[in-house]
């Protein structure tokens, strides 16, 4: 059979598993429901008060519950169903809305309310990011799992360019309106995951209780060297790749736009990331998996050299497209090895750490971004953060060696209990 007509039965395949076109609707519901209620909560925010402040302040309060309560929720997740899991987040998101909303229409929404029920959305976030992780792979046979990721990763995408959109459209119609629709949307992901019935039933966990059993996610990266390897190579990408939160700087003095400039800016690299978690639900990365990660993050440290001296608005753009569509290829590798080579009941955990390691170093990339700006200038520093990708890159191949040798996604084995000798 030629490539074309393998990509195109395997896509129909993956669109014959009905499991996961039922999880991939609900992540679609949810992805753009969230978008839409940080549009909305932005702009009402910023018209209460006025502040600025207050809208970092409004992210700190997403935030900070990731990071309180995502070891607690990858226990949750191993120990209880997690479509039950993934069904209580959806009410809780749902009555959070809700309350938005209601407080919106009666016009008794306060500042201090505004914070505590997207405290509430961020806690529930906490425990639905690892839950869904780990149900995927009970989903669809294990040599289809790269290509569910793929399609999972072009439905979160998808929403980033859809879903800010939309929620600034509606919330012409008012704030609850807005409210309101991510309600129904929340409703909707959790009716969708009732109805999803998976293919091998969740294992039961590790005997270990308490702040061991939370621990065991950490444990176990720790002694799986091909794990630890693209989990930390992907971490340190980010950290040093922070070009993104220097935009409104470039935009405005060295590529001399406006608004407009500063937006499409900003879509690109979600752009280059639909573009390729497209590409890759169709066409499967096949042989080498472990060297294409390598090569995919060489290129995205490349292409933020490339931003970072380009003073020619065409090719910042075209240089941000490379550097989403490069990160999509490592983020499907990372994940699809994070679930293949954890057994199902410490997926939870495993997700848990994985999703902790990113929803901080993403906040910490752009700080060190900041403060490397302050200390060296914007330019240099955005240049030598892609320097430092390509560094960690060379020292990752080889402390790594597992990782770099890498070769089909779709061969990998489940490992025992037993953890495996570091190869380094």
């Known amino acids: 059979m030629s490539p074309v007509g393998e990509a195109r039965s395997?896509?129909?395949?993956?669109?014959?598993?009905?499991?996961?076109?039922?999880?991939?609707?609900?992540?679609?519901?949810?992805?753009?429901?969230?978008?839409?209620?940080t549009v909305g909560v932005g702009w009402q925010m910023y018209a209460l008060t006025g502040s600025a402040l207050d809208l970092g302040l409004v992210g700190l309060a997403q935030f900070v519950p990731s990071v309180l309560l995502l070891l607690l929720a990858g226990h949750v997740a191993d120990r209880h169903d997690r479509r039950r899991v993934l069904q209580m987040c959806a009410v809780a998101e749902a009555l959070a809305a809700l309350t938005l909303g209601a407080g919106s229409a009666l016009g008794m929404l306060t500042p201090r309310a505004i914070f505590a029920l997207v405290f509430l959305v961020g806690a529930a976030r906490a425990f639905r990011t690892p839950t869904m992780q780990a149900l995927l792979p009970s989903l669809v046979p294990e040599s289809m799992l790269a290509r569910a990721i793929a399609a999972n990763t072009t439905a979160s995408q998808a929403a980033s360019v859809a879903g800010p959109a939309i929620g600034g459209i509606v919330y012409i119609a008012g704030p609850a309106v807005v409210y309101g629709a991510c309600a129904a949307l929340f409703v909707a992901a959790g009716a969708l995951i009732h109805f999803v019935r998976p293919r091998r039933l969740q294992q039961r966990p590790s005997p270990s209780t308490g702040l061991a059993s939370m621990l065991d996610g950490i444990r176990f990266i720790r002694h799986r060297p091909v794990v630890l390897g693209a989990i930390s190579l992907d971490l340190f990408a980010v950290l040093l790749g922070g070009a993104t939160a220097l935009l409104p700087i470039y935009a405005r003095d060295l590529l001399h736009t406006g608004p407009w400039g500063l937006g499409l800016l900003r879509s690109a690299t979600a752009v280059g990331a639909l573009g390729m978690a497209l590409w890759l639900a169709h066409h499967p990365l096949g042989a080498r998996a472990g060297r294409k990660m390598f090569v995919a993050v060489a290129v995205f440290g490349a292409a933020t050299i490339v931003f970072g001296v380009s003073r020619?608005?065409?090719?910042?753009?075209?240089?941000?497209?490379?550097?989403?569509?490069?990160?999509?290829?490592?983020?499907?590798?990372?994940?699809t090895l994070v679930q293949l080579e954890t057994p199902d009941h410490m997926r939870g955990r495993v997700s848990a750490v994985n999703a902790l390691f990113f929803g901080t170093s993403n906040q910490l990339g752009e700080f060190e971004s900041g403060v490397m700006a302050a200390w060296l200038g914007v330019v240099p520093s955005v240049v030598v953060g892609?320097?430092?990708?390509?560094?960690?890159?060379?020292?990752?191949?080889?402390?790594?060696?597992?990782?770099a040798g890498f070769d089909r996604l779709e061969s990998v084995a489940i490992v025992s209990e037993t953890p495996r000798r570091s190869a380094r």
Request: aromatic share 8%; glycine share 6%.
């Open 386 to 403: 892609g320097l430092g990708t390509l560094v960690v890159v060379m020292l990752w191949i080889k402390l790594f060696p597992d990782l």
């Open 312 to 335: 020619s608005f065409a090719l910042s753009l075209a240089a941000l497209v490379v550097l989403g569509a490069a990160d999509v290829v490592s983020v499907v590798v990372r994940h």
């Open 10 to 37: 395997g896509e129909d395949a993956l669109r014959h598993q009905r499991p996961f076109v039922l999880y991939w609707l609900a992540r679609v519901s949810t992805a753009l429901a969230h978008q839409m209620i």
